[in-house]
C-alpha cells in the first residue's frame, strides 16, 4: 500500500513518517532515492510503501518549497530565532549572526525573534532592532507570560526555532504543545554547556486537529556556523536596515570606503553602531575564506595544478575548508556539527 507522509524525525537511518491521518511509521529511504541525491530532511512531503503495519519505504520526495541547512529543515514558513535574556545571558553578535545566516538562506521567508525568560530578567530589544523589520517577542515559557500573542504568529504555519543551547527552545513548544514529547534540560546541565535536544523534530502543535496545519521545529542548539566565502553583496541583504541607506557609490559595501555615509548616518543615529558592527565582523569572515581560496587557486595553478601549501597528511583526514563544508552541508542537507 502506498501513503504520504511528512518526515517528522530522522535517527540515523531511519525516518519517522506522519502519514495524513497522524499515524507515525518508521521508514528507511529507497537507495535509489539517495543516489539520485535526493537527501531527505524533516519537513519533506513523500510517497511511502508500506511493508507491514508500522514500517515502510520512502519511495518519493515531493518539490519542497525550501530548505534550511543548519538546522536541516525543509518547507519552511518562518524561522524563529530564540536567545534568552539571561542563562545564558544575551548576546547581541551571536543573535545578529543567526538573523543574518538564517536570512542568507531563506532570504524570502520570514524570520523571527523571540527573547525568552522575562521572567528571570527583562530586556527589551524593540529600540535596538527597531528598523531592521525583524517582529520581536519577549516571552517567558516558565510563566506564560507573552505566550498568547506569540502563538498567534505561529498560526497555520510551519515555524524552525533556533538558537543557542539552553535559551529554551523546547521549554517553549512544550509550553505551547504540552502533548509534545521533547527534552528539556536542568539548569545545572545547561550551566555546564551541555546540548539537550539532539535532533530535529517536527511537532504538530494543534495535535492534528483538521483544518489547522501549525508545525513547530525543534532543533539542537548550535553555535558553530561559518560565514566564510559568502557573497558578500548578499550579506549586506541580510542587515535590513543597513541595506536600505542610501549610499553615493553604487553597489557600496559600506566597508570603510572613501566617501560612504555610513559614519555620517551613525552619527546621526540612523543606524546602530552595533548592528553595523555585527555586519562588519561578517563581512570580514566572509572576506577572509575568499582570499584564502584565491591564494591557494593561483598557487595551485603556478605549480601545475597541484598544491604545494597544504601538508602531506592523508587526504580522507584532512580537515575540509569551511568554504567546502558549507557547501557539503547545502547540497547534502545533512546535519552539521551541534
Ligand atoms: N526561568 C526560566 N527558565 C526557563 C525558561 N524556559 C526554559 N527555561 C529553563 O532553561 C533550561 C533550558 O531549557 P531547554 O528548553 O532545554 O533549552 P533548549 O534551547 O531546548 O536547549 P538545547 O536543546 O540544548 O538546544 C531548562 O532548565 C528550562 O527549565 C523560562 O522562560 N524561564
Ligand atoms: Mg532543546
Ligand atoms: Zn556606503
Known amino acids: 500500500m502506498n501513503l504520504n507522509g511528512k518526515i517528522t524525525k530522522i535517527l540515523a537511518n531511519f525516518y519517522y513518517v506522519t502519514d495524513t491521518e497522524n499515524k507515525v511509521?518508521?521508514?528507511?529511504?529507497?537507495?535509489?532515492l539517495l543516489k539520485e541525491g535526493k537527501y531527505l530532511f524533516v519537513g519533506d512531503n513523500v510517497e511511502f510503501e508500506t511493508s507491514d503495519s508500522k514500517h515502510g519505504i520512502i519511495i518519493n520526495v515531493k518539490d519542497?518549497?525550501?530548505?534550511?541547512?543548519?538546522?536541516?529543515v525543509a518547507n519552511i514558513d518562518q524561522v524563529i530565532t530564540v536567545f534568552s535574556s539571561v542563562e545564558p545571558d544575551f548576546d547581541e553578535y551571536n543573535l545578529d549572526r543567526y538573523l543574518s545566516f538564517v536570512r542568507y538562506e531563506l532570504p524570502d521567508e520570514k524570520c523571527l525573534i523571540c527573547i525568552n525568560k522575562i521572567d528571570l530578567k527583562k530586556i527589551d530589544i524593540n529600540k535596538l532592532y527597531q528598523k531592521s523589520g525583524f517582529d520581536i517577542s519577549h516571552v517567558s515559557a516558565l510563566t506564560k507570560?507573552?505566550?498568547?500573542?506569540?502563538?498567534?504568529?505561529?498560526?497555520?504555519?510551519?515555524?524552525?526555532?533556533?538558537g543557542p543551547s539552553g535559551v529554551g527552545k523546547s521549554s517553549l513548544i512544550k509550553a505551547l504543545a504540552p502533548h509534545a514529547s521533547v527534552l528539556i534540560g536542568d539548569l545545572s546541565?545547561?550551566?555546564?554547556?551541555?546540548?539537550i535536544t539532539r535532533n530535529?523534530?517536527?511537532?504538530?502543535?494543534?495535535?492534528?486537529?483538521?483544518?489547522?496545519?501549525?508545525?513547530l521545529v525543534d532543533t539542537p542548539g548550535f553555535t558553530q556556523f561559518s560565514f566564510g566565502g559568502l557573497n558578500l553583496n548578499q550579506i549586506l541583504t541580510t542587515f535590513e536596515?543597513?541595506?536600505?541607506?542610501k549610499c553615493g557609490f553604487y553597489n557600496c559595501l559600506h566597508n570603510g570606503e572613501e566617501g560612504c555615509v555610513m559614519e555620517e548616518m551613525i552619527k546621526k543615529g540612523e543606524v546602530s553602531l552595533s548592528?553595523?558592527?555585527?555586519?562588519?565582523?561578517?563581512?570580514?569572515?566572509?572576506?577572509?575564506?575568499?582570499i584564502y581560496s584565491t591564494k591557494q587557486e593561483s598557487k595551485a595553478k603556478s605549480t601545475g595544478g597541484k598544491d604545494?601549501?597544504?601538508?602531506?597528511?592523508?587526504?580522507?583526514?584532512?580537515a575540509k575548508s569551511r568554504k567546502r563544508e558549507k557547501q557539503d552541508l547545502l547540497k547534502s542537507g545533512e546535519e552539521g556539527e551541534y
Open 145 to 162: 507570560e507573552g505566550l498568547d500573542s506569540f502563538a498567534e504568529k505561529l498560526k497555520n504555519k510551519t515555524s524552525v526555532l533556533a
Open 25 to 32: 511509521w518508521e521508514c528507511f529511504a529507497r537507495a535509489r
Open 308 to 318: 604545494l601549501s597544504l601538508p602531506k597528511i592523508d587526504h580522507q583526514k584532512r
Open 275 to 290: 548592528r553595523y558592527n555585527s555586519y562588519l565582523k561578517i563581512l570580514a569572515e566572509a572576506k577572509k575564506e575568499i
Open 189 to 195: 546541565s545547561i550551566r555546564q554547556g551541555k546540548h
Open 200 to 215: 530535529v523534530q517536527l511537532i504538530d502543535i494543534k495535535n492534528g486537529h483538521s483544518g489547522n496545519e501549525s508545525f
Open 241 to 245: 536596515d543597513l541595506k536600505i541607506i
Open 64 to 72: 519542497r518549497k525550501n530548505k534550511l541547512s543548519k538546522p536541516p
